[in-house]
């Protein structure tokens, strides 16, 4: 499995949670993060803490192609929006994306 596009779609599943957790979403973005909750095996109710989001998602998405494809699918369904903004970059071809990048030092 490509480790970006396994960050890509970690980070996206991460932004849209997050805006649902928040309030922030439209009724869209909720509707689309049931939609991908129910795909990673988690009922309604049974959203991980924010905190542990990111892990959790890339634990369920990381070995499985098949789960990868069709959350990623599940995210392209859906329109570039502000629950989202990751999901219009996001094509699972060896891309990275950033929206900000912030760093004290950088070593490469």
């Known amino acids: 499995m490509d480790p970006v596009t396994l960050a890509a779609?970690?980070?996206a599943v991460s932004v849209l949670a997050s805006k649902c957790a928040e309030g922030f979403a439209s009724e869209a973005g909720k509707s689309l993060w049931e939609k991908v909750k129910a795909r990673l095996g988690w009922r309604k109710g049974e959203?991980?803490?924010?905190?542990a989001l990111p892990a959790a998602v890339a634990e369920k998405l990381h070995g499985d192609e098949q789960l990868l494809k069709q959350v990623l699918e599940l995210l392209r369904s859906q329109p570039?929006?502000?629950?989202?903004p990751l999901v219009g970059a996001v094509f699972a071809q060896k891309s990275v994306v950033a929206q900000?990048?912030?760093?004290?030092?950088?070593?490469m």
């Open 80 to 84: 570039a929006s502000a629950e989202v």
């Open 9 to 11: 779609a970690t980070g």
């Open 100 to 107: 900000t990048i912030q760093a004290d030092t950088f070593n």
């Open 47 to 51: 959203d991980p803490k924010p905190e």
